[in-house]
Nanobody
Framework: VQLQASGGGLVQAGGSLRLSCAAS????????VGWFRQAPGKAREFVGG????????AYADFVKGRFIISRDNNEDTVYLQMNSLKPEDTAVYYC???????????????????WGQGTLVTVSS
């Protein structure tokens, strides 16, 4: 499975962006998908994840109430809607997927076997 995150860009603090994650080689519709981010000089961290059914996404505390993960299995795409962006949200954002048959969202980076190349989000103050 090859994943591609897109939709990043430059936005002012308080603004919004929507990232998309699409797959080639295999459908995303039966995979748990997670979003991670990596700021310069920092470790890659879990942002949120969504099960294949789309119910009850999980979020990191620092994005709760601001970010929303959703998926459209007809379009085979997972979205990360980012609102009320802060300068500290600046990072490269990655989507990742767990292996087939796994239904549980994990916050651990090593639980995800498929990764995209990431998209840069820059939030200016």
């Amino acid at each position: 499975v090859q994943l591609q995150a897109s939709g990043g860009g430059l936005v002012q603090a308080g603004g919004s962006l929507r990232l998309s994650c699409a797959a080639s080689g295999r459908t995303l519709s039966r995979l748990v998908v997670g979003w991670f981010r990596q700021a310069p000089g920092k470790a890659r961290e879990f942002v949120g994840g969504i099960s294949w059914s789309g119910g009850s996404p999980a979020y990191a505390d620092f994005v709760k109430g601001r970010f929303i993960i959703s998926r459209d299995n007809n379009e085979d795409t997972v979205y990360l809607q980012m609102n009320s962006l802060k300068p500290e949200d600046t990072a490269v954002y990655y989507c990742a997927a767990r292996g087939g048959g796994i239904t549980v969202i994990s916050r651990a980076r090593n639980a995800y076997v498929y990764w995209g190349q990431g998209t840069l989000v820059t939030v200016s103050s």
